[in-house]
């Protein structure tokens, strides 16, 4: 099994926030409790993402390639693994 992207792993705690978020607010809109499986749920939070995933993603780029202790991966096209 190939090991997850570390930036990724990185990212997940800001995307469950943001799920978190999206949720409670759609909640607050409609004036009821709503899921996280709502479709205008995931459709908000993709536009989030979309809209703020390229700052984050070279925010903790960044934040890894600082920590000379963590294992990049390149993608499948690499071949390798390499220490930063």
């Excluded at 205008?40 to 703020?52: P, Y």
């Excluded at 600082?66 to 096209?77: I, N, Q, Y």
């Amino acid at each position: 099994m190939t090991p997850l992207d570390p930036v990724v792993l990185k990212e997940m705690p800001l995307i469950r926030k943001i799920i978190c978020d999206e949720t409670w607010f759609e909640g607050e809109r409609r004036g009821c409790p709503v899921s996280s499986d709502d479709p205008v749920v995931r459709d908000n939070v993709c536009q989030v993402i979309f809209r703020v995933g390229a700052e984050m993603r070279r925010s903790f780029k960044a934040d890894i390639s600082a920590d000379s202790r963590v294992v990049t991966w390149s993608g499948p096209e690499s071949g390798d693994d390499q220490v930063a």
